[in-house]
């Protein structure tokens, strides 16, 4: 008998500009990185607004959608743009726990569960 066949999308969205980046500043302080302070810059805010657009063009929140953002300050802020526009639960907001942060830092995952 074939495995059952799983129907689930994903969608991995890079965060926009980040403060310290509009700074001209490298912070490669994971610690530094979930401060308040390194969030979303102007630019990176209007970057992931048109993402966000790309992702309903997609239809990628559409039905059960969780977003699983990275614990970055600027992929948590992303997050709840995302699910802002697309009109997703905050309560479906929640951390990517993973070994390897290194690869991860800065994006969030979408999974559309069908």
């Not at 490298?26 to 994971?30: A, L, V």
């Given at each position: 008998m074939p495995p059952f066949?799983?129907?689930n999308r994903y969608f991995l969205v890079r965060t926009g500009e980040s403060e310290y980046k509009s700074l001209g500043l490298?912070?490669?302080?994971?610690v530094a990185k979930t401060s308040v302070d390194s969030g979303l810059s102007e630019?990176?805010?209007k970057q992931t607004?048109?993402?966000v657009f790309d992702?309903?063009?997609m239809r990628a929140c559409?039905?059960?959608c969780w977003i699983r953002p990275s614990i970055t300050q600027r992929a948590y802020q992303a997050a709840e743009?995302?699910?802002a526009v697309n009109g997703v639960n905050r309560s479906h907001?929640?951390?990517l726990m993973l070994v390897d942060w290194e690869h991860m830092n800065g994006k969030v995952w979408i999974v559309y569960l069908k």
């Open positions: 066949r799983l129907t490298i912070n490669t302080n994971p630019k990176g805010k607004v048109r993402a992702l309903k063009e559409d039905g059960n743009i995302i699910a907001i929640a951390f």
